[in-house]
């Protein structure tokens, strides 16, 4: 419900960050005008528009402009905060990589505190904002519940719950259907329903009784209309799923589906392909051209045996491939049964370094470029583990819809590493569900994002 006006509320909050960002680097520079020199203008527009692309990053990565902030104060202003913590970080590694940048540090300090003070302002903005939303009497939703069930119990339940101010005024049933106390009175039977909701400006009605039980819904439905009362119908599906689904059509059929997929569509996976192309051949080129001579000497010294370690494991649709990883152990008969646990006796020196690195994935960008993998997705798991977790977990082959990943929504979240407990691989795969249910291109960038910072910063279960 209200997703337009989250959706305004949304774009509205972000122009306005973009436009205080802005203002401050125009006042800012106007104010230091005499002390910066002609041929340093281009420096300090550099400057310019690396910040905003900054921001846009670090507000994207942190998803302070997400549907679930949108109506919490406290949650908007906390993760608008650190976002800005990841925007300074950005600009000070800006700073330090483009040497040529010679900006004066009290501008750039005036820079950042105003900005600061600029979101602060924005963000009691929102709370004002908030506060007319939630008070206004036009905005306010007043509903009538057709029916007296579990399902209509629910729905009062989940629409209290509702950001914008909703009125449930009752529940239409009749007296004798119900036999305990209900939360909001109980308006009677049907044929008073149309009068009573005119008289007390009635905007919605829910029926969670379908026309078919009731067929005095069909004209009521009609009626509503030309009193401008919305009408819904909630379908109760718990006979057949427990679960939320999605309706779709194939022309005038109605489908009901289990979860959404993005990646079903042949357009988002041609998307999907060409990015993993893009990046795959970037890091192919750039990175593993120098680095896999390197490592492959300093493997052979530290241990020797082959350099890549291969393993068959689990792909899309159930298939096996072959992974690729920079070999991080002393060969082993355990190797394809045995998962790596903390001060494993079978990893090198130097394969602890490159567990603990990550490094020892990159190879894996190879398997996403031959289509084996993607850059993001769920982890391939070995054979052995894919036959025990699918005894274990019900939903725990749904993950096979995509292909695997180098890193994943799972990973950037924690869970990676060795799996001790039930709960380890259950909370991982949920994570892998979400990601197949919600996936877009941005989606991808922000998991290689955090991916690249988790690197920096170091991981605890990443040995």
Same mark, same amino acid.
């Given at each position: 419900m209200n997703h337009r006006l989250t959706t305004l509320l949304r774009l509205c909050f972000a122009f306005l960050d973009l436009i205080v960002l802005n203002l401050v680097f125009i006042i800012c520079r106007y104010v230091f005008r005499t002390h910066i020199p002609g041929d340093m203008e281009i420096q300090y527009s550099y400057l310019w528009f690396s910040s905003n692309l900054a921001w846009g990053i670090a507000a994207w990565a942190n998803g302070i402009y997400h549907d679930r902030l949108m109506y919490s104060f406290e949650k908007f202003s906390r993760m608008t905060m650190k976002a800005f913590v990841y925007f300074v970080v950005l600009e000070m590694l800006?700073?330090? &990589?483009?040497?040529?940048? /010679?900006?004066? @540090?009290?501008?750039?300090?005036?820079?950042?505190?105003?900005?600061?003070?600029?979101?602060?302002?924005? *963000?009691?903005?929102?709370?004002?904002?908030?506060?007319?939303?939630? @008070?206004?009497?036009?905005?306010?939703?007043?509903?009538?519940?057709?029916?007296?069930?579990?399902?209509?119990?629910?729905?009062?339940?989940?629409? !209290?719950?509702?950001?914008?101010?909703?009125?449930?005024?009752?529940?239409?049933?009749?007296?004798?259907?119900?036999? !305990?106390?209900?939360?909001?009175?109980?308006?009677? /039977?049907?044929?008073?329903?149309?009068? &009573?909701? *005119?008289?007390?400006?009635?905007? !919605?009605? &829910?029926?969670?009784?379908?026309?078919?039980?009731?067929? @005095?819904?069909?004209?009521?439905?009609?009626?509503?209309?030309?009193?401008?009362? *919305? &009408? *819904?119908?909630?379908?109760?599906l718990s006979y057949f799923v427990r679960k939320p689904v999605y309706l779709d059509y194939i022309n005038d059929i109605p489908l009901l589906t289990l979860r959404r997929e993005p990646l079903d569509d042949v357009g988002n996976r041609i998307k999907k392909r060409l990015y993993d192309i893009a990046i795959s051949s970037l890091v192919i080129i750039f990175i593993l051209s120098w680095l896999v001579p390197i490592l492959a000497l300093l493997i052979w010294l530290d241990s020797r045996g082959p350099i890549f370690f291969v393993q068959q494991r689990s792909g899309k649709d159930g298939k096996t491939f072959n992974c690729l990883k920079f070999r991080s152990m002393r060969m082993n008969a355990d190797a394809d049964a045995k998962q790596a646990t903390k001060k494993d006796v079978r990893i090198t020196r130097l394969g602890r370094f490159l567990r603990k690195s990550n490094l020892d994935e990159m190879p894996q960008f190879f398997n996403v470029f031959m289509s084996d993998m993607s850059v993001v997705g769920p982890r391939p798991h070995m054979i052995k583990h894919t036959e025990d977790y699918s005894k274990l977990l019900d939903h725990y082959m749904i993950r096979h819809f995509l292909k695997p990943g180098i890193t994943g929504w799972a990973q950037i979240h924690g869970y990676r590493g060795e799996i001790r407990i039930v709960d380890d691989i259950n909370n991982r795969v949920e994570y892998d569900l979400w990601y197949l249910e919600n996936w877009s291109l941005w989606l991808d960038t922000r998991i290689m994002f955090l991916t690249a910072l988790n690197m920096v910063r170091g991981e605890k279960n990443a040995y």
């Open positions: 800006y700073l330090f &990589f483009y040497k040529e940048a /010679d900006i004066s @540090r009290l501008f750039i300090i005036s820079v950042l505190t105003s900005f600061l003070s600029s979101l602060l302002l924005n *963000r009691f903005l929102h709370l004002t904002v908030l506060h007319y939303v939630q @008070r206004k009497h036009h905005i306010v939703r007043k509903i009538i519940i057709v029916g007296y069930n579990t399902q209509a119990k629910k729905l009062a339940l989940y629409l !209290e719950q509702e950001p914008i101010k909703t009125e449930i005024m009752g529940f239409c049933e009749r007296d004798d259907n119900i036999q !305990e106390l209900t939360n909001y009175p109980v308006i009677g /039977d049907i044929d008073n329903l149309l009068s &009573f909701s *005119r008289t007390n400006q009635v905007t !919605e009605i &829910f029926s969670t009784v379908a026309p078919e039980q009731d067929p @005095r819904l069909y004209p009521l439905m009609e009626e509503a209309d030309r009193s401008l009362i *919305r &009408f *819904r119908i909630v379908p109760d």
